[in-house]
């Protein structure tokens, strides 16, 4: 994987729950606590970062530098727009345009 890659950002689902497992006994952590977003390169999970408290686990043996500072970056402008609260369950709210496809960076 070179170090321009498309880098799909989403928020998680119980579908996720086997490889956010697997990525975080890579990186030798725990599943961050609460909602997530993931971050997918070439259809693969990379990265994940906590909404409620911005814990990051990532694969160790991918270049994942640039999906964390991505990561991060939404997981700030989510938090701002939710005004820093988040629902106690189920799935994230719909924001500004209703968008519901996967977010992909650049």
Request: a neutral charge; hydrophobic letters at 40%.
């Amino acid at each position: 994987m070179d170090s321009f890659f498309d880098l799909t950002i989403r928020p998680d689902t119980p579908d996720d729950a086997v490889e956010l497992e697997r990525l975080a006994q890579l990186d030798s952590r725990d599943r961050p606590p609460g909602h997530l977003l993931l971050g997918e390169a070439e259809g693969e999970l990379i990265a994940a970062i906590s909404l409620r408290d911005g814990s990051f686990i990532a694969d160790p043996f991918k270049p994942t530098a640039d999906a964390a500072r991505l990561l991060s970056a939404r997981r700030d402008q989510l938090v701002r727009a939710l005004d820093g609260s988040l629902p106690a369950r189920g799935r994230l709210p719909r924001l500004a345009g209703g968008r519901r496809r996967p977010v992909r960076a650049r």
